[in-house]
Nanobody
């Protein structure tokens, strides 16, 4: 069992920045590739970014490439999502997820999920 708790969401103006955090507990953090997904009202869950167990490789959705950065600190059991140049279309609930593999963009491959944190970007 891996418990994931997200934090850092909020309301920000377009062009602004937010940093999301996901704290993990339970099973060994380094056994899991980590990712961020998001879901806007009335839309399907969408892949945002993923990072390997080592933290060495990352993978991004085209919609956030160049604006968002995923990172992890294994010693702290934490994964981050730095979001810059935010746009109204980034508004969604953001979820942290853990998988047994690495860099999957398919939400069905993820075994553990946090409760989500709301990000709202005003125009």
């Amino acid at each position: 069992q891996v418990l994931l708790v997200e934090s850092g969401g909020g309301l920000v103006q377009a062009g602004g920045s937010l940093r999301l955090s996901c704290a993990a507990s339970g099973r060994t953090f380094t056994n899991h590739g980590m990712a961020w997904f998001r879901q806007a009202p009335g839309k399907e869950r969408e892949f945002v970014a993923a990072i390997t167990r080592s933290g060495y490789y990352t993978y991004y959705a085209d919609s956030v490439k160049g604006r968002f950065t995923i990172s992890r600190v294994n010693a702290e059991n934490t994964v981050y999502l730095q979001m810059n140049t935010l746009k109204p279309e980034d508004t969604a609930v953001y979820y942290c997820a853990a998988e047994a593999g690495d860099l999957s963009s398919n939400w069905k491959n993820y075994d553990y999920w946090g409760q989500g944190t709301q990000v709202t970007v005003s125009s």
